[in-house]
């Protein structure tokens, strides 16, 4: 199976804070990463697929990059409504795995 | 816009069998898509069950493998989660979600029920 290591498993930062969280597979995994925010008592939400690429209707603040086994997801000006938990899906093989969460609190 | 809702018994017994079904509204269930669970404990973080393509196509997570069945109702477009043996450690909210071809994969689950907590316990 492939592991997904994210970093770090909490952080707090204050609005308009550049944040950065990485996620690390134990494998190559090309670009086949998702993120998903999921707020508290909701069911994710799909946020960048393709390591990269934003659905339409997810602020343009939000942004991913890497390949391989090195992956990160950048707020570059975290807002209010950008608390919850980001979590990482790998989709290169099954069993398909996410990374252990980052739960974002707000200052 | 498709909508997932899952259903079944908030309460199961250990040893016996969770059964869910996610009613799917919104898109057909012979698209080109994957229809999967997705478990989460509480406070904990999530965990890919299975996926299910309504041709019959199957893939389970090992973990689970051995106790677990999918389906498919094209007639009732539902999909039907069985999952037998259970123990606390089953104890999760389940999510039906949407997920793409493989050949898309790389589109990840677009879409997810509002999810139901199933809870283990004599």
């Known amino acids: 199976d492939i592991q997904l290591t994210q970093s770090p498993a909490f952080l707090s930062a204050s609005v308009g804070d550049r944040v950065t969280i990485t996620c690390r597979a134990s494998?190559?995994?090309?670009?086949?990463l998702v993120w998903y925010q999921q707020k508290p008592g909701k069911a994710p939400k799909r946020l960048i697929f393709?390591?990269?690429t934003l659905p339409s209707g997810v602020p343009s603040r939000f942004s991913g990059s890497g390949s391989g086994t090195e992956f990160t997801l950048t707020i570059s000006s975290l807002q209010p409504e950008d608390f919850g938990t980001y979590y990482c899906?790998?989709?290169?093989?099954?069993?398909?795995?996410f990374g252990g969460g980052t739960k974002v609190e707000i200052k | 816009q498709v909508q997932l809702q899952e259903s079944g018994p908030g309460l199961v017994k250990p040893s016996e069998t969770l059964s869910l079904s996610c009613a799917i509204t919104?898109?057909?269930?012979?698209?080109?898509?994957?229809w999967g669970w997705i478990r989460q404990p509480p406070g904990k973080g999530l965990e890919w069950i299975g996926n299910?393509?309504?041709?019959?196509?199957?893939f389970y997570n090992p973990s689970v493998k051995s106790r677990l069945t999918m389906s498919v109702d094209t007639s009732k477009s539902r999909v039907s989660l069985k999952l037998t043996s259970v123990t606390a450690a089953d104890t999760a909210v389940y999510y039906c979600?949407?997920?793409?071809?493989?050949?898309?994969?790389?589109?990840?689950?677009?879409?997810w029920g509002q999810g139901i907590l199933v809870t283990v316990s004599s």
């Open positions: 919104g898109d057909s269930i012979t698209s080109d898509h994957y």
């Open positions: 494998q190559d995994i090309s670009g086949y």
């Open positions: 299910i393509y309504h041709s019959g196509d199957i």
């Open positions: 393709a390591a990269s």
């Open positions: 899906q790998q989709l290169s093989s099954h069993p398909l795995t």
């Open positions: 979600v949407r997920a793409p071809s493989l050949e898309l994969r790389f589109l990840g689950i677009d879409s």
